[in-house]
């Protein structure tokens, strides 16, 4: 980088940084305050977003640049992507046409990719122009999912622990979540996995009634890697088929899968298809998770409601990133089925991992959660209660002190899982940490270096 780049960087870097102190600052201010001066009280968030606060994202981002810890937070790899796609891109952006607006709802060779992908997998032809939206990310489709369907008064179920998002676009759309958490089947055992978290049946069917009008799964699971069986989507498709529900099935991790599980896709089941609203994102399919590329399939009827939202509130995503997609998907779709295909490569690349971390974690004297899929480990830290003093932390959640304490003090960070939890069911949450394992081998190493200094009392307890 040149040196002017270098400064305008960290230029950037700290008008950056005071931009969100402030905005966090006066958010925080504005929320706690009963003394609101007249042009507060009238430019305050219309009502409909009242109560949002900033996201567990957003203070951990800042918590990153503040203390510098090992980042084991936010969920992106800390090496690059395969050569073919940035190949793909640095193609595209060379080509001097390529460059202006595209289709509306989707860049036409990247949606004749999605399709002849997702025909062979789902098993039945989907149509490129009218089952499939692309995105900017996974988020804006499930924020059109949701709010193309939500109306006011409308009963939402949500699974916890739970992408965090889902939650406030429910809300805002005026629907009621109604949550229902994943339990421990037993707590004996020193490694539990993530297939050891289950729904209590009889719980989920009460949840359903009348004013039901959707369930959000989201199947590998995050932060819990909980990858959904045959039988657990079965029971989750009749309760929709019996109660005319539809479901939102966020597959964002669906290429991410350890073996011996398998991704079953609920649209796949008798009858889904009608009432099923896949999602899928670019950013985990071929780890470039800064593209922001997302997309939505599912029957054109449906579809109809998700390209209104879309087409009023964003109307076409980024022409070059859509078509270096596509080349790379026109790659993978030569290569399918084999074991250098991406889609299998990735999960060999992340198990050998994802073990590691297990081992480290198990060995500081954490109880981690094996996962089955996805690239984050849960973890439960209380075993380790006695070495931490979480006094100086003001947050009222015990993740929440903890992470924070861990990255100021101990050099490592991870993210609350309480975040993931509606406000009854925190405490479910609250004896864990989420770490993320797409990371290089030696990044995982410093990690464990760390966590076992600290247990051998080696680290440096001062504020940084
Ligand atoms: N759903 C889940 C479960 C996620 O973990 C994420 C985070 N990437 C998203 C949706 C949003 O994905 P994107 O970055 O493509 O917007
Ligand atoms: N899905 C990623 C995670 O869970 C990224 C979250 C985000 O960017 N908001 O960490």
Excluded at 25 to 33: D, E, G, K, T
Excluded at 65 to 87: E, I, M, R, W
Excluded at 272 to 288: L, P
Excluded at 360 to 367: A, D, P, R, S, V
């Amino acid at each position: 980088m040149s040196v002017l780049g270098k400064i305008s960087g960290n230029l950037a870097f700290t008008y950056f940084k005071s931009v969100i102190n402030r905005s966090l600052n006066v958010q925080l201010a504005l929320f706690s305050s009963t003394n609101m001066s007249e042009i507060e009280k009238k430019f305050q968030l219309p009502k409909a977003y009242r109560g949002s606060k900033p996201s567990v994202w957003v203070e951990y981002i800042q918590l990153a640049a503040d203390y510098k810890p090992l980042n084991l937070g936010q969920g992106f790899p800390d090496y690059p992507p395969p050569q073919y796609v940035t190949d793909a891109l640095v193609e595209v952006a060379s080509n001097r046409n390529g460059h202006q607006y595209t289709r509306g709802f989707g860049h036409p060779r990247l949606v004749q990719a999605l399709s002849k992908l997702y025909s062979k997998i789902i098993g039945r032809e989907i149509n490129p122009l009218t089952e499939i939206l692309t995105t900017l990310g996974a988020y804006e489709a499930l924020y059109a999912a949701i709010t193309g369907h939500v109306d006011v008064g409308d009963e939402v179920i949500i699974i916890e622990p739970f992408f965090d998002c889902y939650e406030p676009m429910v809300r805002y759309a005026g629907g009621i979540p109604k949550f229902i958490a994943l339990k421990p089947k037993s707590t004996e055992g020193d490694v539990l996995s993530s297939k050891d978290f289950v729904l209590d049946r009889s719980e989920l069917e009460g949840l359903f009634n009348s004013k039901t009008k959707l369930i959000i799964v989201n199947n590998p699971n995050n932060p819990l890697g909980k990858v959904f069986s045959l039988e657990e989507l079965t029971f989750i498709a009749d309760l929709c088929k019996k109660h005319n529900v539809l479901c939102i099935s966020d597959e964002v991790y669906e290429w991410l899968v350890y073996k011996p599980h398998k991704h079953i896709r609920i649209a796949t089941l008798p009858d889904m298809w009608e009432r099923t609203i896949t999602i899928g994102s670019a950013g985990k399919t071929f780890s470039v998770t800064g593209w922001k590329l997302g997309w939505a399939y599912c029957p054109a009827n449906l579809m109809f409601n998700l390209q209104m939202i879309h087409q009023n509130s964003v109307y076409t995503g980024c022409t070059p990133i859509q078509e270096a997609a596509a080349i790379a998907f026109e790659k993978e779709l030569t290569r399918l089925g084999s074991e250098d295909c991406y889609f299998n490569a990735i999960s060999k690349e992340l198990e050998p991992k994802r073990d590691f971390m297990a081992k480290f974690l198990q060995e500081t004297g954490f109880k981690p959660i094996v996962p089955e899929g996805g690239y984050f480990m849960m973890a439960d830290w209380t075993p380790l209660e006695s070495q931490v003093n979480l006094e100086s932390e003001q947050d009222k959640y015990k993740d929440y002190k903890f992470t924070k304490w861990m990255a100021k003090k101990v050099g490592l960070q991870g993210i609350p899982p309480s975040a993931f939890y509606g406000d009854d069911h925190k405490h479910l949450g609250e004896n864990f940490v989420r770490y993320c394992f797409i990371k290089r081998d030696e990044c995982l190493e410093d990690a464990a270096k760390i966590l076992h200094n600290w247990k051998a009392g080696k680290t440096a307890q001062t504020s940084k």
